[in-house]
């Protein structure tokens, strides 16, 4: 069985002292959790997100990382930074870093192949925009996104890369995709998966979150779908009532 992932992405929120006190409030809420916890936090809380959640059942995540160990990339961080602070996962791909910063699916795919030689574990993100969902292009535009991200990833890795589906559109915006649409457009991605890497590697071992405005109101229907494994949450986790 695949073992369910909740990740929360900051983004650019939360000081060093909002850090410590949203985290002290949310690692009693969740300490009994069923579910592989995460918090991706912003590069300059990542060392006081590690000594709230040291102990605890909690993940230590980043947003974001880049290809090249060292060298002249100014405002970027290189794996062994984040490995050096305690960072276990890292966002890849997010709809936002592509929108906004340049990202593409060649970028992407060598921000993941750096990750996973380095130790990390990559919550990679893909999906469509409105445009692209109105167009009828969901399907030609996951498909070559997660080609993209998976280009000389092997077998072996599997186990340590997450996909969260972030229908764009629905980023932000209050708006979500019903849970039977969630679960049938993660079911074109999980057999994107199939056709590089077999049946069973794809239903066994990879983990597909739904990625788009997640919330209380609507956790337990998506996460009651079968394809389904988890939420990437933005907004809601910022605040440790709502993300437990």
Not at 15 to 23: E, G, I, N, R, V
Not at 131 to 155: C, P, S, Y
Request: glycine content about 10%.
């Amino acid at each position: 069985m695949r073992r369910p992932i909740i990740a929360g992405n900051w983004k650019m929120n939360n000081t060093k002292a909002q850090t410590y006190a949203l985290l002290g409030e949310l690692v009693p809420l969740v300490a009994d959790a069923e579910a592989e916890v995460v918090v991706c936090v912003p590069y300059t809380s990542i060392w006081a997100a590690g000594e709230a959640i040291k102990g605890t059942n909690i993940k230590l995540g980043a947003e974001n990382v880049h290809w090249a160990d060292k060298g002249a990339f100014t405002g970027e961080i290189s794996a062994d930074m984040l490995l050096e602070q305690g960072v276990e996962y890292v966002i890849i791909g997010h709809s936002e870093r592509r929108q906004y910063f340049g990202e593409t699916d060649e970028t992407v795919n060598k921000r993941v192949t750096t990750a996973l030689a380095k130790g990390l574990k990559p919550i990679v993100c893909v999906g469509e925009t409105l445009e692209e969902r109105e167009n009828g292009k969901v399907e030609e535009v996951l498909v070559r996104q997660t080609e993209g991200a998976f280009k000389d990833v092997v077998a072996a890795e599997l186990d340590n890369i997450v996909i969260a589906y972030e229908p764009v559109w629905a980023i932000g915006t209050g708006k979500t995709a019903t849970a039977q649409d969630a679960n049938d457009t993660i079911a074109i991605i999980r057999g994107t998966i199939a056709k590089l890497y077999g049946e069973k590697n794809a239903e066994e071992r990879v983990r597909i979150q739904y990625g788009g405005s997640m919330n209380p109101k609507n956790a337990k229907e998506l996460m009651a779908m079968p394809q389904i494994d988890g939420g990437l949450i933005g907004g809601a986790s910022l605040k440790a009532v709502d993300f437990s």
